[in-house]
């Protein structure tokens, strides 16, 4: 409690002097010891962003943000490679496309997104898991592959995709229509919530029955708060101090943290009424996918899900909506500065019949170029990391660098797709072709990741985005109102202001 309330409290007042004075604090009250890390032996050789003494690189780190320090790391780290101290741990940028895919690709005992369970983590991902409770993204074991294939049978299957196209169809469709409902024009104040509220409503579809999930905006509300909580350094400070105090055990939510896992828990609750609801009404129609993914994983045909099941309703709370809406608002920011492509992308829509999976799926390539180039400059999620739990040589590094367990190894996406190094000088232009098959070369692009842990909802995300471009292009002449969105770097890749549009209806 006393911690919430802080916590508002402080927001205002300068980190640093927030920071130096618990931290003092703390020294004195003899809670923590300090042992000196000699940048020497840390990495040798490789670069340091020098920070203040004892906290290093904590005060940049509060003050800017995680995905602020690290572009000062990659700025000082010419072979791929940097590092800084942050008070007795220390965080490692990793860079270069080699160095990176080896990172990504290293088996669980040698680095995982949380680390060792037990011990006080600062990774996100363990704060992400005191919000919405165990899932994929933590999972470490013998059962990862089984739940990854259950997943991917599920959601990376041109097959079970295709069954799902109606719906997104439809969805799409009522979806973009009510933006101007009987009217002609809209002003629509942020078309990325647009493009959120439809998977929302996609979502409790598919899995519950349940197409009003995205009504009230409670479900938009919370990923928000879950999104923003996960990324801000203050979550794991205030656990940190817990911790210490001993108010918490390692892992368990604090008092803040459960109140939102207790919004999450009504959120699932009132699915599961709908998919009872729906079952009951519907007893011989195909299974909901909750329920698909129950059976398949030990559940029965009524009643509670299986573990895997459950675990899965948290998580799609948190991901699956915002990752669509901001691609959705990246292709038409886009696609607006660019009226050449607009064009292109419109002639292939215009010809081809978009009513059937197969065309929307595989016979649009200028679409498929737009989204990834648009992935490639805005990739919403920019960055991952994976602390190390067992010394380690990164191979790929040429010289012998030894990763220690403890440490932090941040990898930026954007980094690597915008690099001109990599590249070339037209790196930070919008260019579709790149991506049109004969053109493609071998430069690093992963938004949904690399390796044994890449993301396993790629398909029906690339699919929800295009189904919902073409609709929307479709039904209406599209006006971006600013031309000069930037990007904010924040626990995703967001845009800085709200993306506005006008949208008038094609006759
Ligand atoms: C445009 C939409 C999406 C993007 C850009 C995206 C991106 C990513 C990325 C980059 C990773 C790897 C992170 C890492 O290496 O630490 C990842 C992992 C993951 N994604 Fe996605 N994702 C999207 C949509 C989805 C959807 C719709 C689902 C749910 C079906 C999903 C579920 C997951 C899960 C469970 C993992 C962790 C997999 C594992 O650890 O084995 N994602 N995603
Ligand atoms: C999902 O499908 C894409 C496209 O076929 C593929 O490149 C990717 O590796 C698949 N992801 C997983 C986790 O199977």
Known sequence: MIFDALNELVVDISPLVVVTATVGLLVFMGFLTFKSVSSDNVLSGVPELKGVPVLGAVPMYLKYGMPQLVSKLITIGNDGISYANVVTNVLVSVHDPAMVREVLAYPEEIASREGDSGYMSWSPFWTLRRLIGNSLFNYVGPETNYRRNAFIREFNSTKSNSEKFDTITKLARAHTNALTGEGSTA?????????????????????????????????????????????????????????????????????????????????????????????????????????????????????????????????NLFGGHHSIGLNVAWSLIDLDKHPRCLAKLTAEINSVDT????????????????????NRLHPTVHATLRVIN?????????????????????????????????????????IPERFLSGNKKHQPFMPFGYGPRSCVGYKISILAIKVYLITLLKTYKVDVKDHGHKTKVGTLLQTMKPVSVKVSRRS
């Open 187 to 315: 002003e629509v104040d942020n078309i990325r919530y647009s493009a959120d509220i439809f998977a929302i409503a996609l979502w409790g579809e598919i899995l519950y029955g349940n197409p009003n999930n995205h009504v009230g905006g409670h479900v938009l509300s919370l990923s928000d708060t879950i999104i923003h909580l996960a990324g801000n350094p203050w979550s794991s400070i205030w656990y940190f101090f817990q911790l210490l105090l001993k108010l918490v055990t390692p892992g368990e939510s604090t008092r803040s943290e459960a109140k939102i896992r207790a919004r999450l828990a009504k959120v699932v609750e009132r699915n599961m009424e709908k998919l009872e609801e729906y079952e009951h009404n519907n007893p011989d129609a195909p299974l909901k996918i909750i329920r698909r993914l129950s059976v398949m994983t030990g559940g029965g045909r009524t009643g509670p899900l299986s573990k895997f099941a459950s675990e899965f309703t948290n998580l």
């Open 355 to 374: 009513t059937h999976f197969t065309n929307v799926n595989s016979n649009m390539p200028y679409l498929d170029a737009v989204i990834m180039e648009s």
């Open 390 to 430: 067992r010394e380690t040589t990164l191979a790929s590094s040429g010289r012998p660098i030894v990763l220690k367990p403890g440490m932090l190894v941040y990898l930026s996406f954007l980094h690597l797709h915008t690099s001109p190094t990599l590249w070339g000088p037209d790196a930070g232009e919008f």
